[in-house]
């Protein structure tokens, strides 16, 4: 994952903000968006997508819809968006880090190239995954939990829902050469049930997706799977701070447009989407869902969509998952 003093340098070249309908620009948009959503409706991905659509609803004066096309892993989204039109009226504004950079090494067939089907617009925000035990967990530290888990070997276990979360666990497990063995989860709140009532030490979840529990006390984060804080959440330590080598994960949501899409309409959507990145509401929004903004530009985009695509053939070796 790019590293803030990285992202701080080529922060300094986006571009400065092009007006649509400005001289010399391409008319855009020239009728209804659609943005393409991975999730299905009404869940915190969702609300994420529909935040930035509304956003740009009011920049542009036109209605920048959502259509859901959950499944697949994303796939079946990612796929409608790389075969759509290149007129800068079908976007998706996505979790890059997994439904373009992490597919290729969960996927043994796409229907869709993750670098070459798409214009790669810009990064918007960034957050991570937390370790999290049950809420009267005795164990208040990573290093708690550790000596615990060193003495259960295979006695113990952890739940996984997403691959972003077994991988993680797989690497702290790596670090310390714990035998927990894994328990997989189709469903959050019934992993969250089995985290509480004592049959799972830990798991690894969206911080997001889980704030409701980290409020209620039902869930203690213990850390974040990046290496530094977020900004956002200030009293979770990250990875690095609690002694976990190696564990620095750290998902990203960016805006892509299908390969083809003239520049200068990429160039306009590029500066929007940078400067609603760090409204003030749009800070606020993304401090609920435990992210920091990262408006970026097309070219940190690529090199963060190429770094993660090689993490991720390590991710699925260190975690032994199986290509489908």
């Known amino acids: 994952m790019i590293s803030r003093r990285s992202f701080v340098g080529s922060s300094l070249a986006a571009p400065a903000l092009w007006i649509p309908g400005s001289a010399g620009a391409a008319e855009w948009p020239t009728g209804l968006v659609r943005s393409i959503c991975p999730f299905p409706a009404g869940t915190g991905a969702d609300i994420k997508v529909r935040w930035y659509a509304k956003k740009l609803t009011e920049a542009t004066g036109k209605s920048v819809i959502v259509e859901n096309k959950p499944g697949a892993f994303g796939n079946i989204a990612t796929e409608t968006v790389a075969r759509s039109k290149p007129d800068g009226n079908t976007i998706y ?16 067939k796409l229907p869709f190239d993750p670098v070459n089907d798409f214009e790669h617009i810009t990064t918007l925000n960034t957050s991570a995954f937390a370790m999290f035990v049950a809420g009267d967990s005795p164990f208040k530290t990573v290093a708690d939990l550790t000596d615990h888990l060193k003495k259960q070997g295979s006695k113990a276990s952890y739940g996984s829902i997403a691959n972003p979360g077994l991988v993680s666990s797989e690497l702290y497990k790596a670090a310390f050469g714990l035998e927990t063995v894994e328990v997989k989860y189709r469903e959050q709140n019934t992993m969250f049930s089995d985290l509480q009532n004592g049959q799972l030490a830990f798991c690894h979840i969206d911080i997001g997706s889980s704030a409701a529990y980290l409020s209620s006390g039902k869930a203690r984060a213990l850390c974040m799977t990046s290496a530094k804080r977020l900004q956002s959440l200030p009293n979770i330590p990250g990875s690095e701070e ?30 929007l989407c940078n400067k609603i990145a760090v409204e ?10 435990g992210s920091d903004p990262l408006p970026g530009n097309s070219a940190l985009l690529k090199d963060m969509l190429a770094k993660d695509m090689k993490n991720w053939a390590t991710y699925v070796k260190i975690a032994k998952i199986e290509p489908q």
Do not use: N, R, Y
């Open 93 to 108: 504004i996505a979790p890059g880090f997994s439904v373009l950079a992490a597919v290729p090494h969960l996927f043994k």
């Open 280 to 289: 003030p509401d749009t800070v606020k929004f993304l401090e609920g869902t």
């Open 242 to 271: 609690v002694g976990i080598p190696g564990l620095d994960i750290q998902t990203w949501w960016s805006v892509h447009v299908p390969a083809k899409t003239p520049k200068d309409i990429c160039d306009q959507l590029e500066a």
